[in-house]
Nanobody, 124 residues
């Protein structure tokens, strides 16, 4: 059974940083792109960042560029999201996702496996 387990969410003040981790189990995703999405209350799920299988290519939503960094460690079957200079607008549930096959996408429907998502809360 494939599982994506995120950690690292929580409460941070405006301007602060958080690092999210997503550990995969049940299969290896070392040949798959991985992605992060977020969903705020009452809003649709939106793309945040994605990374190719070897980390050579990364993709960011405009809102994440310059603030967030996605990375991965295939030996640990883990992908990370470093979030810096957070503002109130970044508060949401952040979801790790993996596609069923090789490739990388910025579109949620291309992903089959999803984590539960840690809550990121930003306080003023």
């Amino acid at each position: 059974q494939v599982q994506l387990v995120e950690s690292g969410g929580g409460l941070v003040q405006v301007g602060g940083s958080l690092r999210l981790s997503c550990a995969a189990s049940g299969r290896t995703f070392s040949r798959n792109g991985m992605g992060w999405f977020r969903q705020a209350p009452g809003k649709e799920r939106e793309f945040v960042a994605a990374i190719s299988w070897n980390g050579g290519n990364t993709y960011y939503a405009d809102s994440a560029k310059g603030r967030f960094t996605i990375s991965r460690d295939n030996a640990k079957n883990t992908v990370y999201l470093q979030m810096n200079r957070l503002t109130l607008a970044y508060a949401a549930v952040y979801l790790c996702a993996a596609p069923p096959s090789a490739g990388v996408s910025t579109t949620a429907r291309q992903y089959t496996y999803w984590g539960q998502g840690p809550q990121v809360t930003v306080s003023s």
